[in-house]
């Protein structure tokens, strides 16, 4: 599934002090899902999203459905006389690289699709059946662990076959894991713990399940093992 939503601000064309986003009409809060309207890509196989719409969005804030999106300004400071790159408003807001995110997407045959993903940039990480809280919460496990996996951690000597990146959102997918499971796994849920960090993982995995079964057992054992 493709988002279809992004709340990064957007320069209107001769302001370069302001800004401007899409928020609800009814409580100004820009947690929203836009629709869109998606068309199959031959190239590549996959539908993809060709045009976003105002209406018929929903506000995650207030719970409306069905609403038209309202445009709101945004005053970030104009730039100084000289015009120095130092001065100029970034494109891209100083924030941590995964975020929780919402979309609404139809992806085939007119099904209405919505939900939460995680995202890096542009770029989803998975979808997270679970909504917004365990989208943020994964967003944050994938951030500490890709600090953690920058700063030199010992993630590398037990991950050879990941490069960093992949390394981090295996930890975090394991360090949530750790935490939302309460007693011993059954053998079902040991496969869906492979499942989730192949999730995580995504493109990763191909030829790597073995990786792939060695994660899961070190969650089990991280979780259980009390030597």
Not at 28 to 33: C, F, L, Q, T
Not at 116 to 141: F, H, M, N, S
């Amino acid at each position: 599934m493709l988002p279809t939503t992004s709340n990064l601000p957007e320069s209107p064309a001769g302001d370069a002090g302001a800004h401007v986003r899409k928020v609800c009409p009814h409580c100004g809060s820009d947690d929203v899902m836009r629709t869109a309207t998606m068309v199959w890509d031959v190239a590549t196989q996959d539908w993809i999203v060709s045009s976003l719409h105002d209406d018929g969005a929903a506000c995650n804030a207030c719970n409306r459905e069905e609403i038209e999106l309202a445009v709101e300004t945004v005053d970030v400071g104009a730039t100084s006389p000289a015009g120095s790159a130092q001065d100029k408003p970034q494109d891209t807001p100083d924030t941590v690289p995964y975020t929780a995110e919402s979309y609404t997407a139809f992806p085939a045959g007119g099904r209405h699709e919505s939900g939460w993903c995680v995202k890096c940039g542009d770029d989803t990480v998975c979808d997270v059946v679970g909504g917004q809280g365990d989208a943020e919460r994964i967003a944050a496990l994938l951030n500490a662990a890709a600090l953690t996996t920058a700063a030199g951690g010992d993630a590398a000597a037990h991950l050879p076959d990941l490069n960093r990146e992949a390394q981090a959102i295996a930890l975090g997918t394991l360090r949530l894991i750790d935490l939302q499971l309460r007693e011993p796994p059954s053998p079902k849920m040991l496969v869906v713990m492979r499942q989730m960090v192949r999730c995580a993982l995504g493109d990763y995995t191909v030829d790597r399940e073995l990786a792939c079964e060695q994660l899961a057992s070190a969650a089990y054992r991280r979780t259980y093992d009390n030597h």
